[in-house]
């Protein structure tokens, strides 16, 4: 475990030493402390890595990541894994707006509650929230797959396109083109996993209803199912 | 962009520490505006006293303060970088008229509690100049500037007063203001600026005067104020925050036993005591939280 203080490394040092990690080194585990609200902190990373943050982090932390495993024991600003590709972020604490936005991999987990605009524009990341998500969440999301514990506000899935949200509580409202949707057998496994990478009792799942695109919005074409 | 702070101290022994937390926290917010800078500082009033804020560019101070203290007799004058404050007993109305008889002083804000500062230059700079550190209080407000609407100038910079005892700080933009500069101008509201968060700083005066609370006061400038905002406003009493039904400019509040931190984000406050411990969390869309006796 190697470990790295905002207090005495610059974060553009410790941001490009994560960055550009020696392949060959077996080194793999980092700690960050005194995050102090910093803002990218850990974006662009690109190897398989650990990353754990002990703090409170601002805007675009893990953004853009690829490969890598990246933990906050605190709250997280706005965007936080917004692009990842793939590998993992795990949020202890809260997350402010846009998580995860236009992510196109990986899985970004939150223990606490997001707030407006998570999944915003997501194009096949899985977000799994055990609280709450606030308004105008998974808009214009694409693919991939939005998990919420507890309710979400208003204008749910607005403008949505083939991502699936799972939600446990109530939506405040429903945001154009979203409408509540049957879960099949497929649409349950797929549940069972995603529950299964946040460590959530798979009993669970019988309470969870699933919502996606009424398909009335954007030009839908049957033939092209297998791109999303 | 711009960065706005608040903090309200609940335990009474972080006064004395009031200017040196308000410090660290523009200073973490200089990133977000580094065109001009201002905060207005709360502290125990005194009884029949008034203060009054009051900027002098770069006129004679001296004659300035000769002439004044012909005028009022009880004036207590102490000035700060290219401010005063004036302290006085003598009526809030005759002394506003003297001020304005003279055209080379620009009164910034009064009250038996607030005092407010503000100035062109970055953050880092400013509250150097006005030596925030050494200021104790019970509460305050702070704003950095990212000019857009309205000229970089002292006049548009925040915080905003328009009654006594009020100011107001504002991350975003209005887009009805001119519309109620002339409505609220009407009623009798002075405002001075060409800038969107004067106005509101005046329709937040005029609920105050019709004798609704703060609170009241910013639930009906939801309906009322057309854009986007983050508020953070200000009475001897306490302070509140409001952000617009969209939310699109960013909040987070740390309350602890002993203060309620504001900021627009988390490393504002990353230097306040025990904040890894306090309950954080943002504002919701459209719900005004205050906090005061």
Redesign the interface.
């Known amino acids: 475990m190697i470990k790295l203080n905002l207090k005495k490394d610059s974060l553009r040092k410790v941001n490009e030493l994560l960055q550009n990690l020696d392949q060959k080194s077996n080194d793999r585990s980092f700690k960050i402390i005194n995050p102090d609200g910093n803002h990218a902190i850990c974006a662009g990373l690109k190897d398989e890595m650990d990353v754990t943050i002990e703090g409170h982090v601002g805007y675009y932390c893990a953004g853009m990541n690829m490969k890598a495993d990246v933990t906050v024991n605190g709250n997280v600003g706005t965007g936080v894994a917004e692009n990842m590709m793939s590998g993992s972020v795990h949020v202890k604490g809260n997350a402010s707006q846009s998580a995860g936005a236009t992510a196109h991999g990986g899985t970004l987990i939150v223990d606490g509650d997001t707030s407006s605009r998570c999944g915003i524009s997501m194009k096949g990341i899985d977000i799994i929230v055990k609280g709450s998500v606030g308004h105008m969440s998974a808009f214009m999301a694409q693919s991939g797959n939005l998990v919420i514990c507890g309710d979400a506000g208003d204008a749910l899935g607005d403008s949505i396109y083939e991502a699936k949200i799972f939600i446990k509580g109530e939506p405040k409202s429903l945001g154009a083109d979203c409408e509540k949707k049957n879960m099949n057998k497929k649409d349950q496994d797929l549940l069972k996993s995603l529950l299964k990478k946040a460590s959530i009792d798979e009993n669970q799942l019988t309470h969870f209803k699933m919502y996606g695109s009424a398909r009335k919005l954007y030009n839908f074409n049957i033939d092209n199912v297998s791109e999303y | 962009m711009c960065g706005i702070v608040g903090l309200y101290l609940k335990n009474k022994k972080y006064n004395k520490d009031l200017g040196k937390f308000l410090t660290g926290m523009m200073n973490n917010m200089s990133t977000r505006g580094p065109d001009s800078a201002g905060f207005a500082i709360y502290s125990t009033e005194r009884k029949k006293k008034y203060k009054y804020s009051i900027c002098y560019n770069k006129n004679n101070i001296k004659e300035i303060k000769k002439n004044l203290s012909k005028e009022i007799k009880d004036a207590k004058i102490k000035i700060i970088s290219d401010h005063f404050v004036l302290e006085t007993s003598l009526k809030p109305v005759k002394v506003i008229s003297i001020i304005k008889s003279y055209n080379n002083l620009n009164l910034v804000g009064y009250g038996s509690s607030i005092e407010i500062f503000k100035q062109v230059g970055n953050p880092r700079d400013v509250v150097n100049n006005f030596s925030l550190k050494n200021f104790s209080g019970t509460h305050a407000i702070g704003h950095t500037r990212m000019a857009t609407e309205s000229a970089i100038t002292t006049d548009g910079s925040h915080p905003y007063s328009t009654g006594e005892d009020e100011c107001l700080v504002h991350n975003g933009s209005l887009s009805n203001h001119n519309n109620l500069r002339r409505t609220l101008k009407k009623k009798g509201i002075e405002i001075k600026s060409q800038n969107d968060t004067e106005v509101a700083a005046g329709y937040i005066s005029n609920g105050l005067s019709n004798k609704k609370s703060l609170k009241e006061t910013l639930i009906d400038g939801l309906k009322d104020l057309d854009g986007f905002y983050t508020f953070i406003s200000g009475t001897k009493n306490g302070l509140a925050i409001v952000r617009d039904e969209i939310?699109c400019k960013?909040a987070?509040v740390a309350e602890t036993k002993d203060y309620v931190a504001i900021a627009s984000?988390?490393?504002?406050?990353?230097?306040l005591p025990n904040v890894?411990k306090a309950k954080?969390?943002?504002p919701?869309?459209g719900l005004v939280y205050s906090w005061g006796k």
């Open positions: 939310a960013p987070v984000e988390f490393q504002a406050m990353a230097h890894n954080i969390f943002e919701e869309p």
